[in-house]
């Protein structure tokens, strides 16, 4: 009795999972991407001077949490939702690309972690491009 009662519960559960369509991997990649890049900024920040830690940093924390928000907007909404959130979220790592920018001018960032977090932010970006364009194909 509680084999058959076992097998049931398997199969039904397989049911349920089979009927929530899989994540598309874009959509997790640059989610995973950014939230890589915001754990590098957070662990970073902590090894800058307070004056810094407290001022442009805390600027590229907020940016980069509110460029994850608008990722996860884009990533629960329907199809012809999605556009706003992504073009807003471009629109927060072309400022994240500026700030850190400044942040190296400044001399703040080192010459290889302003490289390392430059090139994960020109690949959030293009593949940010790329939904953006997947899905103003599949509108037209």
């Known amino acids: ?78 199809k012809i939702y999605k556009i706003k959130p992504l073009k807003s979220a471009r629109t927060k790592i072309e400022i994240l690309k500026r700030l850190i920018r400044i942040s190296w001018e400044l001399k703040i960032i080192e010459d290889k972690k302003y490289i390392d977090l430059e090139s994960d932010l020109i690949e959030i970006s293009k593949e940010i491009n790329n939904w953006i364009n997947s899905l103003t194909k599949i509108g037209n």
Do not use: M, T, W
């Not at 089979?18 to 970073?44: A, G, M, N, R, T």
């Open 1 to 78: 009795q509680a084999k058959n009662k076992f097998s049931r519960e398997i199969i039904f559960s397989k049911k349920i999972f089979l009927l929530i369509p899989p994540p598309q991997i874009s959509d997790i990649s640059v989610l995973h991407k950014i939230c890589d890049f915001y754990k590098k900024i957070y662990l970073f920040s902590q090894k800058i001077d307070k004056k810094n830690k407290f001022g442009i940093f805390a600027k590229i924390e907020n940016i980069c949490l509110d460029a994850i928000i608008l990722i996860l907007e884009a990533r629960f909404e329907i």
